[in-house]
């Protein structure tokens, strides 16, 4: 297999306010949310990056997608600098975030069409795409309902759909089924094992072992900005289940920070 991301030693920082120390109940002005993370991901592989709430998995997911820049350090999809070669690189991807908003104003239909203009794709692909991808998910059904009148999980889907409008060979995912019923979490992660039948590659960031266990061919562990463990999940949980793993290496990195 050959590597197709691969992050050299990224680091990023960020500066916080009073509230923001206040919160987060430190006196420390400058936080390192990345802190020289070294990775990769090979083609057609589903690679999850499995860490607690904090851990700097979803910074280094925007630095990926090309969201936000790093402070030192790069990574390459595709061959591609996401320092040097952002819109190359945006090219080559698909990015979804549990965080993403949709314009509540708008429709599911509307917004593929605004999305596929975007990315200059034409009206036949255009529709073929809508038909597939809305009929999958469900979308057909509320493709003129207001974003804002639609469920939580009939948005995450209409995000997702419009996330690989461009049908993209890469595809970035923070979180997929993060705050979904169970019924649409099982839609989402049989579409990421359809997709990773597809042969894409696709990059996971979540805290869920079960959601690793099921479709990751590797993993890594990053806690505190960095990489703990990376391997294979064969090799990971060899001798004991991955939740096992996980607090194995938190208790040893946390209590080696005392």
Do not use: W
Not at 3 to 15: D, G, Q, S
Not at 64 to 72: E, G, N, R, S, Y
Request: charge should be negative.
């Amino acid at each position: 297999m050959s590597v197709i991301l691969r992050t050299e030693e990224l680091v990023k920082t960020f500066h916080l306010s009073s509230k923001q120390q206040k919160l987060q109940k430190t006196k420390e002005k400058v936080i390192t949310a990345v802190n020289e993370l070294s990775f990769e991901a090979y083609e057609g592989e589903v690679y999850g990056l499995l860490g607690p709430n904090g851990a700097g998995k979803t910074t280094t997911l925007r630095i990926l997608a090309t969201l936000i820049k790093a402070d030192a350090g790069d990574a390459f999809i595709d061959g591609s600098s996401v320092r040097t070669e952002p819109e190359t690189v945006r090219s080559k991807i698909g990015f979804l975030t549990s965080e993403l908003k949709l314009e509540d104003f708008f429709t599911p239909n509307y917004l593929f069409d605004f999305f596929a203009n975007l990315r200059h794709i034409d009206p036949e692909t255009r529709r073929q795409r809508k038909d597939e991808l809305f009929s999958k998910f469900g979308v057909d059904e509320f493709a003129e309902v207001k974003v804002a009148n639609l469920s939580t999980g009939m948005k995450q889907k209409a995000s997702l759909v419009i996330s690989i409008v461009h049908d993209p060979k890469i595809i970035i995912f923070d979180e997929p089924t993060n705050g979904l019923d169970v019924l649409t979490a099982k839609v989402v992660t049989d579409f990421l094992l359809e997709l990773k039948a597809q042969g894409k590659t696709i990059i996971v960031s979540t805290h869920i072992f079960s959601l690793v266990e099921k479709i990751c061919d590797r993993a890594g562990v990053i806690i505190g900005g960095k990489m703990i463990a990376c391997d294979t999940l064969e090799a990971l949980i060899a001798t004991k289940p991955l939740e096992d793993v996980f607090f194995d290496l938190y208790a040893s990195v946390m209590g080696g920070a005392k």
